[in-house]
């Protein structure tokens, strides 16, 4: 199997390898051209590459030309800086003590800011899957490659949302500890908070109330990280799966609250263009089935170098060197990997 996908690397052909949540299999979606593929209405089927700004068309890879196979062990290490650069450390503390005064004075109640971390990096990316899928077992891993975007690696513990027979799951994930950490904060319990009333409301628009069934708050451990985390079901016959994404995306634990004012802050101070980070993934099929995820742990890859993206949930209650402390445990979460 490594020398098909190694063949489509080098032939520069697009492809995804992606491993769901608890799986045996790796997956392989191909094309064997080099064509764009766009989609608005999820009518047809493939692999979904979506960027964190909504006015940007989400890609996609048919999925025509489709492999599946079990995860072979990873064989290489690879060579990377493992010590995340503290440059930016004066810039992102400044933007969440700006953030929280804004937060103070009502302007919104919440907002994500992220911040990307750039390393030398001299290995192959396939290994570094490989490894990823081993190392993260309750992760969606993947392994994107498209001449319009570039190459992403991730893995991630958030669930965008999935669809099967008009049955709606997602999640409300927000709040990091280390594993040692002890108990949660108020803060993290009212970030998180936030997030499922949120999430409550938009698909209110759409499902009558007793439709939608929130269930209990609990910790899920990803990698060396813990979150706080709500399971979200809801019966959404008669709402299309392009409505349900147009309404979720982004999610409050990657933009913030309210919504348009918390992206606004996002584009207006935000120095950087986060890409795909934070946008979503996942295969999809004819406007019915859907499992998808948000992008998070996860890094874009050029021929010298390794960009990381990390970001962390900002309220009233936030302190800016512990806000920046939690973004580099992310990081270095994702780096334990190499």
């Not at 400044?94 to 009502?106: D, F, L, Y």
């Not at 803060?187 to 499922?196: A, C, S």
């Not at 990698?223 to 079901?233: A, D, S, V």
Request: with cysteine; net charge negative.
């Amino acid at each position: 199997m490594r020398e098909k996908v190694n063949d489509l690397i080098k032939q520069g052909q697009p492809f995804v390898l992606f491993r769901l949540p608890s799986d045996d299999l790796i997956h392989c979606y191909y094309q064997k051209d080099l064509t764009a593929n766009y989609t608005s209405t999820f009518c047809e089927s493939g692999f979904v590459f979506a960027p964190f700004a909504q006015a940007n068309r989400p890609l996609f890879i048919p999925d025509v030309h489709r492999l599946s196979f079990a995860s072979p062990p990873p064989q290489k290490n690879v060579n990377i800086t493992t010590n995340l650069p503290q440059d930016q450390r004066k810039n992102f503390i400044e933007q969440v003590s700006r953030a929280v005064e804004t937060i103070k004075g009502e302007a919104f109640e919440k907002v994500v800011l992220s911040n990307a971390f750039t390393l030398q990096y001299t290995g192959e990316t396939l290994e570094v899957f490989y490894r990823m899928v081993h190392q993260y077992s309750n992760a969606f891993v993947y392994y994107w490659f498209h001449p319009q975007t570039g190459t992403w690696l991730g893995a991630t513990p958030e669930r965008f949302l999935s669809l099967e027979n008009e049955q709606l799951s997602t999640m409300a994930l927000a709040g990091t500890l280390p594993t040692a950490a002890a108990t949660w904060s108020k803060k993290e319990i009212h970030e998180q908070q936030l997030v499922v009333a949120s999430i409550q409301q938009g698909l209110s628009r759409y499902v009558p109330d007793h439709k939608i069934k929130i269930g209990e708050r609990e910790t899920i451990r990803a990698g060396e990280l813990r979150h706080l985390c709500t399971h979200i079901q809801a019966e959404v016959s008669g709402v299309s799966l392009a409505l349900l994404v147009e309404e979720l995306h982004p999610t409050p634990a990657v933009g913030g609250l309210p919504k348009d004012i918390a992206l606004e802050y996002i584009l207006a101070y935000e120095d950087y263009d986060r890409a795909y980070y934070t946008g979503y993934l996942g295969p999809f099929s004819n406007g019915k089935q859907a499992n998808l995820f948000v992008n998070l742990r996860c890094a874009t890859v050029f021929d010298d170098t390794i960009r990381l993206f990390t970001g962390a949930g900002i309220t009233a209650g936030s302190v800016p060197e512990r806000e920046w402390e939690e973004i580099c445990r992310k990081a270095n979460t994702f780096l334990s990997v190499l």
